[in-house]
């Protein structure tokens, strides 16, 4: 039976709050018409939340495998409805005012965050280092990184979506950052996101929160490095590199003397392994990238499709072969100033700078190959995505086709 609502409630040893949630969402039901129902999907609770939530009415979704994501993704798979909304179910939401994301759902928007900031805190509800410091900041650096202007509140549990469209962005998290996952994809893929106000409260329980401050801190903050190849990897890649080349640049030619303090090739050693870094970190974010999109947590859109070409491979073998041959050039003028001095010592200053611009660009010319290596490895995934879409659409042919021909078999029976 299709709904137009699933109320969805997380559920993890809530007997104390669980009976308070179903019935607010119940009446908010039934006092708005709505053809809904209220799902809980336990997370293997033993307090008897499952008993209560079952006699009050409510689905109970039973899900083995431990983790807040997990537990949700089992109950939106199950919900019923066309629109879900999601909150937890330690009372600390107010299941009887959903009426503002309803009404967004129905305008078309395809995720509605809650925004407690804009409805109100009330005190005690929430630690002020989260309040004031945690989530501020956190939400600063996820609008930041993935360009999602429209929310003020990224950790914000109470939140509606339209269950195809979320089924779409294939989560993956099964801890915490599901729920961040949610946000981040859906900016990414361009669904309709918009925020409406909405309240929190002290939650109910008698225990303290899952919630782990610094340890779900971390983790909201690696998830957001992971799903943002330019912040994690660009960005910084770039900022090494430019560093690099200014040092290298200044001091190649010679020794450079700033506010009475002189710079020479000591400087221009870390020059290069700065710019080495950069360089290897502008490779691994290009790459990381593609895979990103390759795993699916990227939508199939990026400007670097060149480096799945299968040309690639020897290209960047080819460019590798010339930059090692130059570092190799250098390193025989270098030997030859050392051969000069019938192999015995030389002022560091004569040739030191011959051997580190040898040196970076063997290393240099050794990276380009094994990115050229690694191209080719991406271009396997990609070859190998190209088929399964080929035979899926085959089959999908294959099945329209069959489903025609029993048609017109019909037709011709009935005439």
Not at 35 to 64: I, Q
Not at 145 to 156: L, S, V
Request: with cysteine; proline share 5%; charged share 20%.
């Amino acid at each position: 039976m299709s709904l137009e609502l699933t109320i969805l409630m997380p559920c993890l040893n809530e007997a104390l709050t669980i009976p308070a949630c179903v019935k607010k969402a119940q009446v908010f039901l039934r006092d708005h018409q709505i053809e809904g129902e209220v799902v809980v999907a336990d997370n293997g609770s033993t307090d008897g939340s499952r008993e209560l939530a079952t006699e009050l009415g409510a689905r109970v979704v039973p899900v083995p495998v431990r983790g807040y994501g997990a537990a949700l993704a089992a109950g939106i798979e199950s919900a019923r409805g066309r629109f879900v909304i999601m909150g937890d179910s330690d009372d600390s939401y107010d299941f009887s005012a959903l009426l503002p994301f309803v009404e967004k759902l129905r305008e078309g928007y395809e995720l509605v965050m809650g925004n407690r900031f804009r409805g109100g805190i009330a005190p005690g509800a929430m630690p002020p280092s989260h309040r004031y410091f945690g989530n501020p900041m956190l939400t600063w650096v996820g609008r930041l990184f993935f360009n999602c202007k429209t929310c003020g509140d990224f950790y914000c549990g109470l939140r509606g979506f339209e269950k195809r469209a979320i089924q779409r962005l294939d989560l993956q998290s099964r801890g915490m950052e599901f729920a961040l996952e949610m946000l981040i994809k859906a900016g990414m893929n361009g669904l309709r996101i918009t925020e409406v106000p909405t309240t929190l409260s002290p939650d109910g329980r008698d225990r303290p929160p899952h919630l782990r401050s610094y340890r779900d801190g971390w983790r909201s903050l690696r998830l957001y490095l992971l799903m943002s190849p330019r912040w994690f990897f660009a960005v910084p890649g770039f900022s090494l590199l430019a560093l690099g080349a200014i040092v290298i640049g200044a001091l190649l030619s010679g020794p450079v003397s700033i506010g009475g303090v002189r710079f020479d090739y000591h400087t221009l050693i870390y020059g290069a392994a700065v710019f080495v870094l950069g360089y290897q970190a502008i490779i691994a974010g290009a790459f990381a990238k593609l895979i990103a999109v390759e795993a699916g947590l990227h939508p199939p859109v990026t400007k670097l499709w060149f480096l799945e070409s299968r040309a690639m491979f020897e290209r960047l073998l080819i460019a590798g072969g010339i930059l090692g041959a130059a570092g190799i050039v250098l390193g025989l003028f270098a030997t030859q100033q050392w051969a000069a001095a019938h192999f015995g010592n030389l002022l560091p200053a004569d040739t030191i700078r011959l051997v580190v611009c040898s040196v970076l660009l063997l290393i240099l010319g050794g990276q380009t190959a094994l990115a050229g290596c690694l191209s080719g490895m991406i271009n396997l995934l990609a070859d190998r995505r190209e088929q399964k879409t080929e035979e899926r659409v085959r089959r999908e042919r294959s099945a329209v086709s069959r489903t025609t021909d029993s048609t017109f078999t019909a037709i011709r029976s009935e005439a």
